[in-house]
């Protein structure tokens, strides 16, 4: 517990803020975002340039001596925050986010590639994996190829490279393997916005990128900052959905009158708002513990990683309701923000699974154990 | 004085000189707080003359914790919370130079004990629908009603009071407001006991008593203004300082939990921890919110973390009931008492399920507080008002 950690934006951060923000607002029209489902993915190519090049996001958690922005972990929760309300479709948290910080454990040339933006990658591991014990172990032959399945791996598209666990008698490495020497199967994916690949790994040549040693603690760490940070786009699907519920039932009439000034709809948005000031604060903490390695980190990417998710699909699930009958159309993006919370709810461990992992934590034993 | 640091030494050498010639271990609390509120270091924040030094109310924690390390005497904080909190604002506000100098002072240092004559049975929510009436006789008023819910109404001096006075305007403008003695003929103070057992609160009845005009706070007619200005000030006490991780009622479950591994079950652990980690971020979002008005006021967010708090307090305190099992059926004690404050933490499950379900009516309803956060912070309309243009005596109850 840290009451020292600022849970507002600094002035840098509403800075950087307001540069996604924009950026965003001007590239990333909700029309183009559906355009996904159709198996369009263009914008996802032209934004990601536009995040890398232009805002130099890519690297943003990598520190400068290595060619990155050396930004921390607020502000990289900032920037999902962002793409959180837009539910933009790039690599962010898959690659700028978890990949770049397994790299980090190692050193190799990939981290500058990646600070660069010349270089995406991505997690070899089904989204929803909470745990390094559920990541896939590509085998090793005798020549040191690599082969195995893995299904549901999320950032895999934009990736040129797929960091893989492996499991040696010395322990697990982490490897890269260039993405066009494996097969990606393209998975219909319930959110389309951050859409889902099964690869298969068939003898291909990869190269050591974070040793034995180091690669499990890599792992772990990568999983957890990950799912620490994700906290905060689901805090940014949540308050877009507000806010745009909010708006919609300022202008609805039925009977004669705005819709909004329903004492039962207002009690229903009253509620959100106070869910949502919870989440945001929590995610906000999470990551402020993280930014200065505090002790409670931890805890805090727990209750952030348990609370949030639920809270975005709360609010989603809400908003398709309280919009009524535009909500459920297609033409509408309020479905889009739906799918990405019930998604990222499920990404890298449930709200079961944290609270789980929190109980070991907080000291909340089930039973004598 | 505009550098901060001189400010504050400044301040030092004053609490310097005050405990060297008031040594609190051999002061009487009553002498020492009058001293303090004459040497302007009770509310700093208040003008010369009245307790204060006319300063920022930032240095206020600052003065007070040179006194708490010096082991200054307290002045009934948990008794006179109206009084300190809500009373003293409001005098200092509309009060006129002789009513500041005749209740600030014996306020500030616990010999007055205040309570607050605002609710009656007919007007909780809709406050400004009061009915207690004053009339006016002379240079008195002679009021007659009933207050409700009224905390130390038995141990209280004096009260602040809204009635009204002009039945033939609207409700809001129809309002004066009081300060009443306690002690005079035709209080009557009731206990009112609750559904725990106790009297935590009283009914308080007026019968013909005579308030003089001298007593009035703000002007004939002004007394929903003035009340405002109280109640603002009540809102500015919630969330004041940092609460620990844990606390509360939350350290009450936590601790029967970790008592009790024989009554766990999967379905109750989750159940627990999904409390646990609400409870972690309402108190983060106090924490931030905190951060947002240092220094300033908070608004209706406020509101919002009154809701989230009555909610989780409650859920808790179900919960630990079915933790309990068997034990869960029995209850400490029905004997009624009158407790002088509220205290969770130290009695059993049963009392804090029971005492729970006051957090979302006390101090503004759960539905209340909705509206405020709909209509203030989120911007929808208010709601219909059938009684904002009607005389009070036409209106419907």
């Not at chain 1, 040549?205 to 999983?223: E, F, N, S």
């Not at chain 2, 240095?59 to 005497?73: I, K, M, N, S």
């Amino acid at each position: 517990m840290s009451e020292d950690i600022l849970l507002l934006d600094t002035d840098v951060e509403t800075a950087l803020r307001a540069a996604v923000r924009s950026l965003l607002n001007e590239r990333c029209d909700p029309a183009a975002v559906l355009a996904a489902y159709a198996g369009d993915r263009s914008l996802t190519r032209s934004l990601w340039k536009s995040i890398t090049a232009e805002l130099g996001l890519a690297g943003l958690l990598i520190p400068e001596n290595r060619g990155g922005a050396g930004g921390s972990a607020r502000d990289a929760a900032v920037v999902l925050e962002e793409l959180g309300r837009f539910a933009a479709p790039v690599p962010f948290l898959t690659s700028s986010v978890i990949a770049a910080t397994v790299l980090l454990a190692g050193d190799s040339e990939l981290v500058a590639q990646l600070a660069t933006g010349e270089c995406t990658a991505a997690l070899l591991a089904p989204f929803s994996a909470a745990t390094v014990e559920q990541l896939p172990a590509l085998v090793k032959d005798a020549d040191g190829r690599l082969s195995g399945r893995v299904t549901s791996v999320a950032g895999a598209f934009e990736a040129d490279v797929l960091l893989a666990a492996v499991r040696t008698p010395q322990g697990t490495e982490v490897h890269a393997i260039a993405t066009a020497l494996v097969t990606v199967d393209p998975v219909v994916s319930l959110d389309m916005t951050r859409p889902l690949a099964d690869i298969t790994v068939d003898a291909a040549p990869g190269r050591v990128v974070v040793p034995a040693g180091a690669g499990l603690p890599a792992l772990r760490v990568g999983l957890a900052t990950g799912a620490a940070l994700l906290a905060s786009e689901q805090v940014g699907v949540a308050a877009w959905c507000l806010d745009t519920t909010v708006r919609y039932l300022k202008v609805r009439r039925q009977f004669g009158r705005v819709v909004g000034g329903f004492q039962a709809l207002k009690h229903r948005l009253a509620d959100l708002y106070v869910e949502l000031e919870s989440a945001s604060a929590a995610a906000r903490y999470a990551a402020g513990a993280l930014a200065t390695a505090d002790p409670d980190a931890t805890i805090a990417g727990a209750v952030a990683a348990a609370y949030c998710g639920e809270i975005a699909v709360r609010a989603a699930e809400e908003a398709v309701q309280l919009h009524g009958g535009i909500g459920m159309t297609w033409e509408y993006p309020v479905h889009l923000y739906l799918k990405r919370a019930k998604a990222d709810q499920i990404g890298l461990g449930s709200p079961a699974h944290h609270r789980s992992v929190l109980a070991g934590l907080v000291d909340l034993p089930l039973g004598r154990d | 004085m505009t550098n901060p640091e001189a400010v504050r030494e400044d301040l030092r050498g004053r609490v310097a000189a005050l405990l060297t010639d008031h040594d609190p271990a051999t002061t009487d609390p009553v002498t020492f707080h009058r001293a303090r509120f004459d040497a302007g270091l009770a509310w700093v924040y208040y003008p010369e003359g009245v307790g204060g030094l006319g300063l920022d109310r930032e240095l206020q924690p600052f003065v007070d914790t040179l006194f708490e390390e010096a082991g200054a005497p307290g002045n009934n904080p948990e008794l006179n919370g109206i009084g300190l909190g809500m009373a003293a604002p409001t005098i200092l506000a509309y009060g006129t130079p002789e009513q500041r100098q005749r209740y600030l002072r014996p306020l500030w240092a616990g010999e007055e004990i205040w309570c607050q004559l605002f609710s009656e049975p007919g007007a909780g929510s809709d406050l400004a629908a009061v009915s207690t009436r004053a009339v006016r006789d002379g240079d008195d008023w002679i009021v007659n009603g009933q207050k409700v819910w009224t905390s130390v109404a038995h141990k209280a001096q004096r009260a602040i009071l809204v009635a009204r006075t002009d039945p033939d305007r609207p409700k809001h403008a129809g309002l004066s407001y009081f300060i009443c003695d306690m002690t005079a003929p035709g209080v009557d103070v009731r206990p009112l006991r609750q559904l725990t057992g106790e009297a935590e609160f009283n009914e308080v009845f007026l019968t013909d008593v005579r308030i003089p005009d001298a007593n009035r706070l703000g002007q004939e007619g002004a007394g929903w203004r003035v009340a405002t200005t109280t109640l603002n000030n009540e809102r500015v006490s919630i969330g004041g300082r940092p609460v620990p991780r844990e606390s509360g009622i939350l350290g009450a479950v936590t601790r029967t939990w970790r008592g009790h591994p024989e009554h766990h079950t999967p379905e109750l652990h989750d159940r627990l921890l999904r409390l646990w980690v609400e409870a972690e971020a309402a108190r983060l979002a106090a924490t931030r919110l905190r951060q947002r008005v240092a220094g300033g006021q908070p608004g209706p967010e406020t509101s919002a973390l009154k809701l989230s708090f009555a909610r989780i307090n409650q859920q808790l305190s179900g919960f630990e009931l079915e933790l309990l099992g068997e034990d869960g059926l029995r209850y400490e004690d029905w004997t009624m008492v009158r407790p002088d404050r509220v205290d969770f933490a130290g009695r059993d499950a049963g009392y804090r399920y029971l005492r729970a379900k006051g957090n979302s009516i006390e101090g503004g309803t759960s539905e209340i507080m909705r509206n405020i956060v709909a209509e203030r912070v989120l911007g929808l309309p208010g709601e219909a008002r059938a009684d904002k243009d009607i005389a009070w005596k036409d209106l419907i109850r």
